[in-house]
Nanobody, 120 residues
Framework: QVQLVESGGGLVQAGKSLRLSCAAS????????MGWYRQAPGKEREWVAI???????YYTDSVKGRFTISRDNAKSTVDLQMNSLKPEDTAVYYC??????????????WGQGTQVTVSS
C-alpha cells in the first residue's frame, strides 16, 4: 500500500520562495511519472509540474521560469522549488505519482495536500 506525504507549505509574502517535498511510504515502488498539482479555492485542480523517470520535465505556463521540479529515484521522492511566488500561486498543493507512464486505474497515488498561501 503506497502513501504519499507532502510537506513544506506555509504562508509567505509575494516574491519569496518555498520548497515542497513529497515522500512515499508503505511499500517499495518504482515510479515512472511523478508530479505536482494544485487547487485554489473555487477552481479546478490543475497540474503544475511533471517529471518522468527518463528525466523529461513539463511545466504549466504560469510557473515556467519560477518553479523547478526534481526527484530522487532511489528514495522515491519529488520536490518542487517555488521561487518568485505570486498571490495567484495560493492553493493546496498535491503530490501525484504512478508506476506507469500515465495515471491509470491501477497506479494513481495522491498525497493529502499541503497549503501554500502567498500574501500580496
Amino acid at each position: 500500500q503506497v502513501q504519499l506525504v507532502e510537506s513544506g507549505g506555509g504562508l509567505v509574502q509575494a516574491g519569496k520562495s518555498l520548497r515542497l517535498s513529497c515522500a512515499a511510504s508503505g511499500s517499495t515502488v518504482s515510479f515512472n511519472i511523478m508530479g505536482w498539482y494544485r487547487q485554489a479555492p473555487g477552481k479546478e485542480r490543475e497540474w503544475v509540474a511533471i517529471i518522468r523517470s527518463n528525466g523529461n520535465i513539463y511545466y504549466t505556463d504560469s510557473v515556467k521560469g519560477r518553479f523547478t521540479i526534481s526527484r530522487d529515484n532511489a528514495k522515491s521522492t519529488v520536490d518542487l522549488q517555488m521561487n518568485s511566488l505570486k498571490p495567484e500561486d495560493t492553493a493546496v498543493y498535491y503530490c501525484r505519482a504512478s508506476e506507469a507512464a500515465a495515471w491509470t486505474r491501477l497506479s494513481d497515488y495522491w498525497g493529502q495536500g499541503t497549503q501554500v498561501t502567498v500574501s500580496s
